[in-house]
């Protein structure tokens, strides 16, 4: 599927998938990695390619969240549900209205203001402030799968390493009286 995923957007080969979660929230970030998904150039390749989201959503039966994140330009967020668009917010910086000249807005004003935009308001649908949102990407729990060629290695190592990534360290088993 994820070779299928890929061909729909047309990746360029030489990807990797990096999966980063916050366990307290049970939130999964997906991000592909590539000279494509880099800087300014990947947020905006980013916003022309959700056909991963749109499988998720669909394969899931849940609410997956595309979003776009460019600290210079602007925010979107897309929301897909059974592999259809089914919501999504965009703002650019630039173009934002506003409640006065943004030099007499103080820090506080300012990030009440950010928190209604887009990135803002999914945090907040995730239970996590936006700065939380935002570093998610930096989060110590991610593993990175390669998507294709000899680095992909086997696909029993990925599963582990993804389970291992999303269901955290096993639980010892109780024991029974029937062993």
């Known amino acids: 599927m994820a070779r299928e995923a890929l061909s729909m957007d047309s990746v360029p080969a030489a990807t990797a998938l990096r999966v980063t979660i916050n ?15 880099q800087g300014r150039q990947g947020a905006h390749w980013y916003a ?9 959503s669909a394969a899931a039966n849940a609410t ?3 979003y776009v994140y460019d600290a210079d330009e602007g925010e979107e967020v897309i929301a897909y549900g059974n592999g259809r668009r089914v919501g999504g917010e965009k703002v650019v910086y630039e ?16 990030a009440r203001l950010q928190s209604r935009w887009p990135m ?14 935002l570093r998610i990407p930096q989060a110590p729990l991610a593993r ?22 999303l269901l955290g360290p096993a639980l010892p088993r109780a024991e029974t009286d029937a062993g």
């Open 23 to 37: 366990r307290r929230r049970k939130v999964v970030r997906l991000a592909f990695l590539g000279p494509f998904s």
């Open 48 to 56: 022309a390619h959700h056909a991963l989201a749109r499988l998720l």
């Open 144 to 165: 990175v799968l390669p998507l294709e060629g000899t680095a992909a290695g086997s696909e029993a190592d990925a599963m582990a390493a993804l389970e291992a990534l």
């Open 95 to 110: 173009d934002a209205e506003l409640p006065c000249p943004l030099e007499e807005l103080d820090d506080e004003a300012f």
């Open 120 to 133: 803002g308001h999914l945090a907040y649908v995730f239970g996590l402030t936006r700065d939380e949102l």
């Open 64 to 66: 997956v969240h595309a």
